[in-house]
C-alpha cells in the first residue's frame, strides 16, 4: 500500500499544460555553437596594462603623500582602491564610515 500525497487542482493544472505543451512541440537540438578561441597573448596583454596602471596609482600615492593637500591624497586612495576592487574582485560592496 502506498501514500498518495495531497495534489492541489493548480497543480494537476500545471502538470497537464506542460505535458500537453511537450507533446506539442519535440525539442529538437539543431546544432552547437563554435566555441571562441582565447588567445593567451591578448589576455596576458590586458593583464600587464592593468598592473601597470595598478602600479602607476601606487607611485603616486607615495608621491602625493610627502606634502600636497589632503583632498588630493584622498582622491588618489579612492582611485587606488577602485583599481584594486577591479583587479581582485573583491571588496566593492564595502561601505566604510571613519
Avoid: C, W
Avoid at 1 to 6: D, F, L, R
Amino acid at each position: 500500500m502506498g501514500y498518495i500525497a495531497p495534489i492541489t487542482q493548480f497543480e494537476y493544472i500545471q502538470y497537464a499544460n506542460r505535458t500537453i505543451e511537450a507533446e506539442r512541440k519535440p525539442r529538437i537540438v539543431d546544432g552547437t555553437t563554435p566555441i571562441q578561441l582565447i588567445r593567451f597573448d591578448q589576455v596576458l596583454e590586458d593583464e600587464t596594462k592593468r598592473s601597470e596602471k595598478f602600479d602607476q596609482f601606487t607611485n603616486m600615492n607615495q608621491d602625493v603623500s610627502s606634502g600636497t593637500g589632503r583632498y588630493k591624497n584622498h582622491l588618489i586612495m579612492k582611485a587606488h582602491e577602485e583599481i584594486q576592487v577591479e583587479m581582485t574582485g573583491k571588496g566593492g560592496y564595502v561601505n566604510e564610515m571613519a
